[in-house]
């Protein structure tokens, strides 16, 4: 399955548990950008590797907290990530 089929059937997925009304369309599209190939590529391996260490969740935060201080997010945008995922993204 190629990465644009993934992406559809996420979406679908999505407004399936969520309903279309839920979000509004500028949250709807946030995560549905996509994402150059040597990026993607990369945070597959970076995940993988996560997933494969079996890291504890104290050095899990500490982890995502360099990735969120290097991407330079702002904290009221953290918070809108945030609430997008808790909704089921």
Same mark, same amino acid.
């Given at each position: 399955? &190629?990465?644009? +089929? +993934?992406?559809?059937?996420?979406?679908?997925?999505? +407004?399936?548990?969520? @309903?279309? &009304?839920?979000?509004?369309?500028?949250? =709807? &599209?946030?995560? &549905?950008? $996509?994402?150059?190939? +040597?990026?993607?590529?990369?945070?597959?391996k970076f995940i993988a590797a996560l997933q494969k @260490?079996k890291l504890n969740r104290k050095r899990k935060l500490?982890?995502?907290? /360099?990735?969120?201080?290097?991407? @330079?997010?702002? $904290? =009221?945008e953290l918070m809108k990530y945030v609430r997008l995922? /808790?909704? @089921?993204?």
């Open positions: 399955m &190629d990465s644009k +089929q +993934q992406m559809k059937m996420e979406k679908k997925w999505r +407004q399936f548990r969520l @309903g279309e &009304d839920t979000l509004t369309e500028e949250e =709807n &599209d946030a995560f &549905d950008a $996509p994402i150059p190939s +040597q990026i993607n590529r990369f945070m597959e @260490g500490a982890i995502m907290g /360099k990735v969120i201080s290097n991407l @330079g997010i702002e $904290p =009221n995922v /808790k909704k @089921g993204l």
